[in-house]
T-cell receptor, first 116, second 113 residues
Framework: GAVVSQHPSRVICKSGTSVKIECRSL??????MFWYRQFPKQSLMLMAT?????????EQGVEKDKFLINHASLTLSTLTVTSAHPEDSSFYIC????????????FGAGTRLSVL | SQELEQSPQSLIVQEGKNLTINCTSS?????LYWYKQKYGEGLIFLMM?????EEKSHEKITAKLDEKKQQSSLHITASQPSHAGIYLC?????????????FGKGTKLSVIP
């Protein structure tokens, strides 16, 4: 159990276009999902916390108009990188928290974004 | 803010050898999590520790949390090539209500057959 699916696994886009990344909890309901960014040989940096039915909470330094997060259902959160630029190229990973009592995050496989 | 320091940064061991990875927090922990990541992939949940002195095992991997809840170690017995990857510790600070995790930079483990 506790499977999180992230799609796409890899995307290459032109500068100025928008890219949507989906994160789905397949066998559990996730009231809270998280979006991370990981640079080469660095740890995960939390970008935002996504709660179902409410606005996402963004970490300091993360532009909310740049990285649009939507958590419309208990099993789906999306991250849209708007007007992507080469500096947005990175590895993006989502996670979903299972249950209210258990504070365990289960991660998707990540999305490698390359902006040309 | 909470910081997690992992040591060593990288480790190369011969298959069959034992090894230990450490994770030290600058603050008392509410929960300590160990994950494994293969390059370019997501994180696989290994174990969660919450109580001081707690120890958990899964197959050949054992994780401990010290009594003061500021340091954890991950021990692998009789390492195998399948253990290779990046091990990350993550922590929820004491009293965190939003369940956000802070991660260490990871320990890259290579196992030589």
């Amino acid at each position: 159990g506790a499977v999180v699916s992230q799609h796409p696994s890899r995307v290459i886009c032109k500068s100025g276009t928008s890219v949507k990344i989906e994160c789905r909890s397949l066998d559990f309901q996730a009231t809270t999902m998280f979006w991370y960014r990981q640079f080469p040989k660095q740890s995960l940096m939390l970008m935002a916390t996504s709660n179902e039915g409410s606005k996402a909470t963004y970490e300091q330094g993360v532009e909310k108009d740049k990285f649009l997060i939507n958590h419309a259902s208990l099993t789906l959160s999306t991250l849209t990188v708007t007007s992507a630029h080469p500096e947005d190229s990175s590895f993006y990973i989502c996670s979903a928290k299972q249950g209210a009592a258990k504070n365990i995050q289960y991660f998707g496989a990540g999305t490698r974004l390359s902006v040309l | 803010s909470q910081e997690l320091e992992q040591s060593p940064q990288s480790l190369i061991v011969q298959e069959g050898k034992n090894l230990t990875i450490n994770c030290t927090s600058s603050k008392t922990l509410y929960g300590l999590y160990w994950y494994k990541q293969k390059y370019g992939e997501g994180l696989i949940f290994l174990m969660m520790l919450q109580k001081g002195g707690e120890e958990k095992s899964h197959e050949k991997i054992t994780a401990k949390l010290d009594e003061k809840k500021q340091q954890s170690s991950l021990h692998i017995t009789a390492s195998q090539p399948s253990h290779a990857g990046i091990y990350l510790c993550g922590a929820a600070p004491l009293g965190a209500g939003s369940y956000q995790l802070t991660f260490g930079k990871g320990t890259k483990l290579s196992v030589i057959p």
